[in-house]
């Protein structure tokens, strides 16, 4: 019998085969945290006729309302600071003093908002000062006849002979002692602007504990970071926002201060945010947590060409009742107490209520802000009394802040809960997040679909990532996310360093149709 011929696809006719290992399902990858959405500024939380001149105001210049809102609340804290405080229940007392900061590029009229905003409080010191020149005059004529006297007393008294030299001696010294307790007032001062720490203790010292510093420009933060001194000066501006007693005693001067009350109204541009975030020496001290952040929407590209100009009755409102407020509280040496109803004080233990979740490390949406959100709740004090003084003007301290009140500085308490998180996303609050990026753009970059840890640290920057230890987190964080998976990775020779950690990369990254 003739054999068959045999098909060699017979021979494998029933048999498994041997595929290749299927690629590995990727689902899509959650999104890294991005730009958050910001609250619009409620303007409905000013009084009448402060929330007219702040929409007058953004309405001239073409500018976010959130700008002349925000300085609004500073020029209500350089009234009122150092000279009111709000008792919220038992020993708790907050000082009226706030620290406000707004973000803006370059182009975005600043400097006209702050002159128009400010122009009131600089008219009220220079009234301040008219009432109290000739009290200056006088002072300083005093003291200039006690030295002379005192001069002329202890002259005589050297050449005296000795049976009358005790008794010239005693009259000499009575009358250096006399000259040396004539105090001469200081010109008062309600506005600096750009100074330095040092000056800035001694403006408060000599203006009775309180001065504000208002600038269109982010200078001071140079300064606070060390621009003259070469390192961080930051003890007055901490003690300054809390009130905390600040004493300096130098060989050059020595100065004290029972309650300092300072007001920064500040707007930087973006950057000044960026680079104070990665200086080391805001880190940790407590200063970032202390400033409600406002990083409003630019309206350049968007301006109308001919706006409504700011009413005259509009603005002379708002003249005179900042000017009114301010002479008022210029005069209280011990601070007026603002006294909250039962009801607002009940409508700020529930806020505080809603915010300590909040504050959670891990899930809360302010745990890595927990600085700033732990001072939340007293700022919202300090504005629901800035914002009574301002309905009530010299009327504020005999009357007690209302809940609506109350809850019209919770409604700019969570606005500043908003800007303040995207605020501290530009300061790299979370530097794990902002980290990831970075790698995930190297990832994209070279079209990788799995690398090493090594290799990876290899093309990343030393400056962000020192260490192997640093990418850590990152890598865990975006393996949570779905950008990657760790790959399990066995040793194959017995001695040397372990193999580095690999990982499959999502076929996102290279292909976006993927």
């Not at 707004?102 to 702050?114: C, D, G, I, Q, Y």
């Not at 600040?246 to 300072?262: F, G, M, N, S, W």
């Not at 200063?287 to 109308?304: C, Q």
Request: aromatic residues 6%.
């Amino acid at each position: 019998m003739t054999a068959q011929p045999v098909d060699s696809t017979d021979l494998w006719a029933g048999l498994p085969t041997l595929d290749a290992p299927p690629a590995p399902v990727w689902e899509d990858p959650v999104p890294l945290a991005g730009p958050r959405k910001l609250a619009p500024f409620p303007t409905a939380s000013l009084p009448g006729w402060l929330r007219e001149f702040v929409a007058a105001v953004a309405e001239e210049t073409q500018t976010p309302v959130d700008l002349a809102g925000c300085i609004a609340l500073s020029v209500l804290a350089t009234a009122a600071g150092g000279r009111a405080v709000v008792q919220v229940r038992g020993h708790w007392r907050e000082p009226t003093n706030l620290y406000v900061v707004v973000s803006l590029p370059p182009a975005n009229r600043k400097s006209a908002v702050f002159g128009l905003l400010t122009d009131p409080l600089y008219e009220a010191e220079q009234q301040l000062r008219t009432l109290v020149q000739p009290a200056i005059v006088e002072a300083e004529m005093t003291a200039r006849l006690a030295k002379e006297a005192a001069d002329k007393a202890a002259s005589k008294a050297a050449t005296a002979g000795a049976d009358e030299r005790d008794e010239l001696v005693s009259t000499a010294i009575a009358l250096a002692q006399t000259a040396d307790s004539v105090s001469v007032p200081a010109k008062p001062q309600l506005l600096a602007d750009d100074t330095t720490a040092e000056t800035v203790t001694s403006r408060m010292a000599e203006q009775g504990g309180r001065i504000s510093v208002m600038s269109a420009e982010g200078d001071i933060f140079d300064i606070i970071a060390g621009r003259y001194s070469g390192k961080p000066n930051m003890g007055v501006f901490l003690k300054g926002h809390a009130g905390d007693r600040l004493k300096v005693d130098r060989q050059t001067r020595e100065e004290y201060i029972e309650h300092p009350a300072l007001t920064m109204g500040l707007c930087v541009q973006p950057q000044v945010l960026d680079d104070i975030g990665r200086q080391d020496g805001f880190k940790g001290r407590g200063l970032l947590g202390r400033f409600l952040y406002s990083v409003p929407e630019s309206l350049v590209g968007r301006r109308k060409i001919e706006p409504d100009p700011i009413p005259e009755q509009v603005m002379e409102t708002y003249r005179r009742h900042v000017l009114d407020l301010t002479l008022f509280l210029a005069e209280w040496t011990d601070p007026a107490l603002i006294q909250l109803t039962p009801e607002a004080v009940a409508a700020l233990k529930a806020f505080q209520a809603r915010v300590e979740p909040m504050l959670e490390a891990r899930g809360g949406i302010m745990g890595q802000i927990g600085d700033w959100g732990g001072k939340l709740v007293g700022a919202t004090a300090r504005m629901a009394a800035l914002l009574h003084l301002a309905e009530h003007l010299t009327k504020g301290h005999t009357v007690p802040v209302a809940e609506a009140t109350m809850r019209d500085a919770i409604a700019l308490a969570e606005y500043f809960i908003s800007h303040s998180l995207a605020a501290f996303d530009s300061m790299g609050a979370d530097r794990i997040v902002e980290r990831a990026r970075t790698v995930l753009e190297v990832l994209h970059a070279h079209g990788w679909r799995e690398v090493s840890k090594r290799d990876l640290m290899v093309k990343l920057s030393r400056s962000e990532f020192r260490t192997a230890n640093d990418l850590d987190p990152v890598l865990a964080l975006l393996e949570d996310h779905g950008y990657v998976r760790a790959q399990a990775v066995q040793r194959t020779g017995g001695r040397g360093r372990p193999p580095s950690p690999r990982y499959l990369i999502h076929p996102r990254l290279t292909d976006p149709t993927a």
